[in-house]
């Protein structure tokens, strides 16, 4: 099973963050997961989960949240202060980063080499060693900078994934939408999953000639 790092940040996008996470800790998979102040403020206007910033505290409720409690091991919540943890240093082998959501501002710290926490410095460290880095990005419109942001991390190595979802597999539910780009997040971390569905072309009927 493969290691990786799921860092939250301040932008709207908390039913991705939910399926990702459920997608990794039910397929086997370790996970580092830090989150920023403000990603906690999200996660309690957008999912009602009011986590403290106490990692210890913080875990049960999260797993409550995620309806996984008996994957416990498998998940260590890291403080966004805490530089000295495990995730900070190139020496740990993670099998790749997911910021998800990703916001503006988390965008230009990453993408200018600002480590102002945990989760930049993470980020930060996946550049230098050359391992896979996915920024869920949850902005709209985009403004100049916001796009010369996301050509400088493309330019370094990350992916800029956008919490943009589409139509063409005929979605019946918001939770078929947010699972097309959960699961269009783990097929790029490597991880098999049935979240999303493989797109084989149009129906034929569509295309029937009319009389």
């Given at each position: 099973m493969g290691r990786f790092i799921?860092?939250?940040a301040g932008a709207s996008g908390a039913p991705y963050t939910k399926r990702v996470l459920q997608g990794l800790l039910s397929g086997g998979h370790e996970v580092k997961c830090v989150i920023s102040d403000a990603g906690r403020r999200v996660l309690e206007v957008e999912e009602r989960?009011?986590?403290t910033g106490n990692t210890e505290t913080d875990k049960p409720d999260l797993l409550?949240?995620?309806q996984l409690p008996q994957h416990a091991e498998q998940l260590e919540m890291l403080h966004h202060k805490n530089v000295a943890a495990s995730i900070a240093s190139g020496s740990y082998p993670a099998d790749g980063m997911v910021v998800v959501p990703c916001s503006g501002?988390?965008?230009a710290k990453i993408a200018h080499g600002v480590s102002s926490g945990l989760l930049e410095r993470a980020a930060d460290v996946c550049l230098k060693e050359r391992r896979k880095l996915i920024l869920v990005t949850r902005e709209t419109p985009l403004s100049l900078i916001h796009l010369r942001n996301m050509t400088a991390v493309t330019e370094a190595g990350a992916i800029v994934l956008p919490g943009s979802p589409g139509f063409?597999?005929?979605p019946n539910s918001v939770q078929d939408l947010v699972d097309m780009i959960a699961g269009r997040i783990l097929a790029h971390l490597g991880i098999d999953t049935t979240m999303s569905k493989e797109w084989t072309g149009p129906e034929p009927t569509l295309y029937a000639?009319?009389?």
């Open positions: 799921v860092g939250i989960i009011l986590l409550a949240w995620l501002g988390t965008l063409y597999h005929q000639e009319q009389d």
